[in-house]
């Protein structure tokens, strides 16, 4: 398949306690179309937008509950191919960052949480996956195919504007 990126700009990423019902415009969520699709996480990249010294404590995290009614999205925020004729997708993977419901994040002591904190006054961080080494998300359900990049308050993060993207390939 074709490698998508999947990019909200100039959003404030307030900081949110895990296990809450996060508040739409502050984080960036992606799921699988059904309950069997797979999808590699193979790059994540937070650019701070920060007007003085801000600790953001980025996370990236399986969901605990999922989105009701995710909303499509609109600019300046974009999910597309890499390749511009990119064959369309048979089932198309969604991302959103507002919902009738928010998600939650999970706070289970027994899944993955990928770290991304960092100092939002100009300071940028860049995850990407080393071959084999990538986030594999699995269907649209809880903690195996709904993920969320959040600013975590449980994580030590405060309130930071933000640019990211999160690059990954469905299958």
């Known amino acids: 398949m074709a490698k ?13 306690a895990t296990a809450a019902t996060l508040t739409n415009a502050t984080y960036m969520g992606i799921q699988g179309g059904n309950s069997t ?3 590699d996480i193979l790059e994540i ?9 801000t600790v953001a404590g980025f996370t990236f995290s399986p969901a605990s509950t999922t989105p009701t009614t995710p909303t499509a999205l609109a600019s300046p ?6 390749v511009a004729n990119a064959t369309a997708l048979s089932t198309v993977v969604t991302t959103y960052v507002a919902a009738g419901t928010g998600p939650q994040a ?12 960092m ?3 100009g300071g940028i961080i860049r995850w990407n996956a080393a071959p084999t080494q990538q986030i594999q ?4 359900a809880t903690t195996t195919g709904s993920w969320l990049l959040f600013n975590s308050s449980t994580g030590g993060g405060t309130t930071a504007s933000a640019n990211a993207h999160i690059m990954y390939e469905p299958y």
């Open 45 to 53: 990249l937070i650019s701070g937008f920060a007007s003085a010294s």
């Open 119 to 121: 100092n939002a006054f």
């Open 77 to 82: 925020n974009s999910d597309g191919p890499l």
């Open 37 to 39: 699709q797979v999808v």
């Open 106 to 117: 999970s706070n289970s002591a027994t899944v993955a949480k990928l770290n991304l904190g």
């Open 137 to 140: 998300s699995i269907g649209n």
């Open 4 to 16: 998508r990126l999947f990019t909200a700009q100039a959003q404030s990423f307030t900081a949110q």
